[in-house]
């Protein structure tokens, strides 16, 4: 009784039975402002072109980096012969633990009492989202989360996504192309009790704009004084000033001064494991107990997203974190990766000052990480694109990382170009 | 005086990793974990396929290979002949270009994707209130899948006949004519876990028919395709039938346990559109689903799978690790019932054989099973299912003597 299936399949086309489509109202859904433009220069034929959108490390000759301290890593982990079971809810013990110590310190007191709880989640974003979701079911009192003005693109529809609102703080002053700080502690001043401000620990993200220490002092005082929830984004340790403590000096900070944050931490850029997801999410809790809680309802909101997350990367990560000569050579490779920005960064100004530029250009230099806020309007922007394919993010952001030697003096033609 | 999350409860913990936890730390030398759903050898260790580690050998001496990021919808390579495994190759589908996938974090990320697609997309921009049916019983785990992407109404649909021990085909078909149309059902396209009884073709063609008719979608979850029969052609017969009858549908797949990479994350959603235009739009609102998730997805499983798929030698060899695999259940099935007829325990134990793929429902009740976790360290689900990976032939005997123990001693 058993059907022949290679009969059916012959003698109906599929297509006769199709009436019509679940899918017709479906909207074509615009592309993504950030990962939309790697996809525009992949298509342009120009073979000058310059991918300044996402923000991957590039090395001197343009070509994606692979750390040394990776490699070694991965020939290591491969001559264990690991099995491939499940990882737990939370993820790699040794990756977390090791994840929360390079955030907070070797001597932190929140872990050495216990009462922080980091999971691994799906690099930043992931973490973003597990963090989003958490607060969005747990953190009752307030709804709003304050983004500083203007913050990562993808930070917006993540929140709003997990139920939350969206505010915003003053931050980048466009005039100076610096940190506006009086601008911040108004705003800040009037965030409404218990709501959520969302931090970048370093590297501030679209405009490599960040705060000295002096100013985190008074914005972490003041942020006690309105009684804020925390949320810190720290994705770039090691690749703002080439330091991992002096990065991490912030969250340290707020910490040391009694806040309760929560933090998400991404290693694909310091570790260069973009595609292998390695991230992680810590809640500091104010007690043990409270973290063992928490941790459950973390697991609990994990489960129904992906069940456990992935090994690969989490390995490595662990290794190199957990093994003194891998983990000296990482500091080196970071180190190395900042320089390379650095030294990109007093090459551009170099070079648009050779092209005539009568532009100040000292942001380019004072920002900080792997973005540079150039303060090119959209229209500048579009120009650039246009006539020189050189592809950046409307807002006039560039991945200093896809700056070379090699084609640093045509950025800076282009750039003189569209603002004489 | 920092705002604390004094106010979150402590939850309970997801049962099958809390029945691997105590089975660790049960000290009795004779214990046995027939709990979580993961291929064990007669020696009782995990297995990684002789034709993965052939691949990562060839990734790691590869060195054009580096760590960048994927495209957010996954690796192209990847997602098409991982559809081409559900679909078949010569797929009618796939050949009038109305055949897409997503990559995501193993069957449960497909799942996921499919559900927050649906929740936005499918029949209207709000389907909060549209019903999801899940059979009774089902993966523990889809009920909260469902629900946390906005589903406010899942429930279950008659499935597991407990007095026959079989398919409740007249409830099945009942709930599939009582839903309201354009329900959202969730059918195991083999080997159902947890009770390992899969409708015949015949009955298949028969759930077709009403859904089709009634406009109910169909939203296949594949995690065991080459595990049920040893054959992966089999396997997706129902899947491949669906497709013939002119359905759109998702199918959820996993490679966990096929290519036993469990913790590397590897699924794919599979999308039936009725055409390229539909596909195409319907894949542009999944990239904004991903980004807002995971933004995309890990790459080293999908390139094992990739590079293991479009090369013919490792494809067969593969084909031929996961006969290995299945063809260990099949003989552990058999023992089995052999044995607890030999020990002439009572009840039938005829399903034991009949039940397909890695799980079997043996009909044992709660105190049953509680007995068999506290008297003999023998660690199964409450439901009373249990992983047949978790039996070798050195444990059998103590298995069918326990459960036969059991079976007598506690009713």
Not at chain 2, 323 to 328: G, I, P, Q, S
Request: hydrophobic content about 40%; some cysteine; charged content about 20%.
């Amino acid at each position: 009784l058993s059907p022949n299936l290679d009969q059916i399949l012959l003698s109906a086309k599929a297509s006769d039975y199709l009436i019509g489509s679940w899918w017709s109202e479906v909207q074509m859904g615009p592309p993504d402002p950030i990962l939309g433009v790697s996809e525009a220069y992949k298509r342009d034929t120009n073979p000058k072109k310059m991918n300044l959108g996402v923000g991957a490390y590039r090395d001197d000759q343009g070509k994606p980096y692979v750390l040394s301290c990776v490699r070694k890593a991965e020939a290591q982990i491969a001559a264990k012969k690991l099995d491939k079971e499940y990882l737990a809810i939370g993820g790699l013990g040794d990756f977390t633990k090791a994840c929360a110590k390079l955030a907070l310190g070797d001597n932190n007191e929140v872990i050495k009492s216990g009462r922080n709880i980091t999971v691994q989640t799906i690099s930043g974003t992931g973490s973003l989202r597990i963090g989003a979701n958490f607060l969005s079911r747990f953190h009752t009192e307030a709804r709003d989360v304050y983004l500083p003005k203007p913050s990562w693109g993808n930070h917006t529809p993540i929140f709003r996504d997990a139920g939350m609102q969206l505010k915003a703080y003053t931050y980048y002053d466009p005039k100076t192309c610096g940190f506006d700080f009086q601008g911040a502690l108004n705003d800040i001043s009037k965030i409404p009790e218990k709501s959520i401000i969302m931090l970048h620990a370093c590297a501030h993200n679209p405009t490599g704009v960040d705060p000295r220490p002096e100013q985190w002092k008074e914005i972490a005082n003041l942020v006690k004084k309105r009684n804020l929830l925390v949320f810190f984004d720290m994705a770039y340790q090691g690749f703002a000033s080439g330091d991992i403590d002096r990065d991490a000096w912030a969250v340290r900070y707020f910490i040391e001064q009694g806040h309760n944050i929560v933090l998400s931490q991404s290693f694909a850029k310091n570790m260069g494991l973009y595609g292998e997801r390695v991230g992680g999410f810590t809640v500091v809790c104010k007690d043990a107990e409270e973290a063992k809680r928490v941790e459950s309802q973390l697991k609990i909101l994990i489960r129904p997203i992906y069940s456990n997350p992935p090994m690969n990367g989490a390995r490595i990560a662990a290794t190199i974190l957990n093994t003194p000569d891998l983990y000296k050579e990482w500091l080196g490779e970071v180190h190395g990766m900042a320089n390379r920005i650095i030294t990109m960064r007093e090459l551009l100004v170099a070079n648009l000052k050779k092209e005539g530029s009568t532009q100040n250009w000292q942001h380019v230099i004072d920002q900080i990480g792997m973005f540079c806020f150039t303060g090119l309007k959209p229209e500048q922007v579009a120009r650039l694109t246009k006539e020189f394919s050189v592809y950046m993010t409307k807002d006039g952001r560039i991945s200093m990382a896809g700056v070379t030697s090699g084609n640093v003096g045509y950025l800076a033609q282009g750039i003189h170009a569209v603002t004489k | 005086f920092v705002p604390g999350l004094f106010n979150v409860p402590q939850a309970t913990p997801v049962a099958v990793f809390k029945l691997s936890n105590d089975f660790k730390e049960d000290a009795n030398p004779k214990k046995v974990n027939l709990g979580v759903g993961a291929y064990r050898t007669d020696e009782g260790q995990p297995w990684v396929l002789p034709v993965v580690k052939k691949v990562e050998k060839i990734i790691v001496a590869d060195n054009s290979l580096n760590h960048e990021y994927l495209a957010i919808l996954g690796l192209p390579e990847f997602r098409s002949s991982a559809s081409k495994i559900a679909l078949g190759e010569d797929s009618p589908a796939i050949q009038e270009n109305r055949v897409g996938a997503v990559q995501c974090l193993g069957g449960t990320g497909a799942l996921k994707m499919g559900a927050e697609f649906l929740r936005r997309w499918y029949n209207g921009n709000d389907n909060t209130k549209t019903p999801v049916y899940v059979s009774a019983p089902t993966w523990e785990n889809h009920n909260a899948v469902f629900a946390n992407a906005g589903f406010e109404d899942v429930r279950p649909y008659k499935y597991w006949d407990a007095e026959k021990r079989g398919l409740d085909l007249d409830g099945f078909l009942g709930d599939l004519e009582s839903a309201p149309k354009h329900s959202i059902f969730v059918l195991h396209a083999c080997a159902h876990n947890p009770t390992g009884t899969d409708p015949t073709h015949v009955e298949w063609m028969q759930v077709a028919e009403v859904m089709k008719r009634r406009k109910l979608f169909v939203f296949f979850d594949s995690a065991y395709q080459g595990f049920a029969s040893g054959c992966l052609d089999k396997d997706a017969w129902a899947v491949r039938y669906f497709v013939t009858q002119g359905f759109e549908m998702f199918c959820a797949q996993s490679f966990s346990k096929n290519f036993g990479l469990y913790n590397e994350r590897v699924g794919n959603l599979t999308i039936v559109a009725r055409d390229s235009d539909n596909l195409k739009r319907v894949l542009s609102q999944m990239e904004k689903i991903v980004r807002v998730t995971w933004s995309n997805p890990p790459s080293q499983g999908a390139r094992l799978v990739a590079i293991t798929l479009n090369t013919p030698e490792l494809f067969a060899e593969w084909k031929d690790n996961v006969k290995t695999m299945a063809d260990r259940v099949l003989l552990m099935r058999a023992s089995l019932q052999a044995k607890l007829q030999a020990l002439e325990t009572p009840g039938t134990w005829d399903h034991i054989t009949q039940q397909i793929g890695m799980f079997s429902f043996t009909g044992l009740n709660p105190k049953q099973v509680e007995y068999m976790i506290k008297e003999r360290s023998i660690y199964l689900m409450a439901s009373g299912r249990i992983n047949m990976c978790g039996l070798t032939t050195k444990n059998i005997d103590y298995v069918a003597e326990s459960i036969h123990e059991t079976v007598v001693n506690v009713q």
